[in-house]
T-cell receptor, first 116, second 114 residues
Framework: AQKVTQAQTEISVVEKEDVTLDCVYETRDTTYYLFWYKQPPSGELVFLIRRNSFDEQNEISGRYSWNFQKSTSSFNFTITASQVVDSAVYFCALSDANTGFQKLVFGTGTRLLVSP | DTGVSQNPRHKITKRGQNVTFRCDPISEHNRLYWYRQTLGQGPEFLTYFQNEAQLEKSRLLSDRFSAERPKGSFSTLEIQRTEQGDSAMYLC????????????FGQGTRLTVV
């Protein structure tokens, strides 16, 4: 069965600190996709990134970077020089062939609090 | 606004009443999904449509729940005889019918059953 674990329930940092959000996944499929979404207080889930299982290159987008390691089944997310606007709940999610790639299995989320 | 739209944003209802939520997806998206999110948890899949066909339903979707997408555009989610355990955020998402594309979510409808 598919499972996504985000062991960090809540992280508090001061603005400009770097922070890494951990994500560990389980799947029996060799083809799967990993996602990160941000959920601000307004409630809407905002798509951040999608990664397929065949592409282990790390990705950087501005202050955001992602580290995908199949050997440890991890897909960690780092925010560099955090800002107050980064405060939100962040979800890691998985879709795979078992789900027909039609639905996302989410972790329980990590709440990030960035204080000024 | 061309995003996913959900109405109402908030709904308070008494136990035993029926409620209906509406979702308007991004216009060119032919897939539409419903998820439920309880406090402190990640969203859980409920059901999805491709055009007007409902292709999968989760075991979470009891017989008190019904979803429709009559013309392949907007969708409704109805809960009959609401229970306190139905209190949650109901999220709608839409996507194109390509397997590796991301889903775009609406702001959700928060249901409180009192």
């Amino acid at each position: 069965a598919q499972k996504v674990t985000q062991a960090q329930t809540e992280i508090s940092v001061v603005e400009k600190e770097d922070v890494t959000l951990d994500c560990v996944y389980e799947t029996r499929d060799t083809t799967y996709y990993l996602f990160w979404y941000k959920q601000p207080p307004s409630g809407e889930l905002v798509f951040l990134i999608r990664r397929n299982s065949f592409d282990e290159q790390n990705e950087i987008s501005g202050r955001y970077s992602w580290n995908f390691q199949k050997s440890t089944s991890s897909f960690n997310f780092t925010i560099t020089a955090s800002q107050v606007v980064d405060s939100a709940v962040y979800f890691c999610a998985l879709s795979d062939a078992n789900t027909g790639f039609q639905k996302l299995v989410f972790g329980t989320g990590t709440r990030l609090l960035v204080s000024p | 606004d061309t995003g996913v739209s959900q109405n109402p944003r908030h709904k308070i209802t008494k136990r035993g009443q029926n409620v209906t939520f509406r979702c308007d997806p991004i216009s060119e998206h032919n897939r539409l999904y419903w998820y439920r999110q309880t406090l402190g948890q990640g969203p859980e899949f409920l059901t999805y449509f491709q055009n007007e066909a409902q292709l999968e339903k989760s075991r979470l979707l009891s017989d008190r729940f019904s979803a429709e997408r009559p013309k392949g555009s907007f969708s409704t989610l109805e809960i009959q005889r609401t229970e306190q355990g139905d209190s949650a955020m109901y999220l709608c998402a839409s996507s194109l019918a390509v397997r590796y594309t991301e889903a775009f979510f609406g702001q959700g409808t928060r249901l409180t059953v009192v």
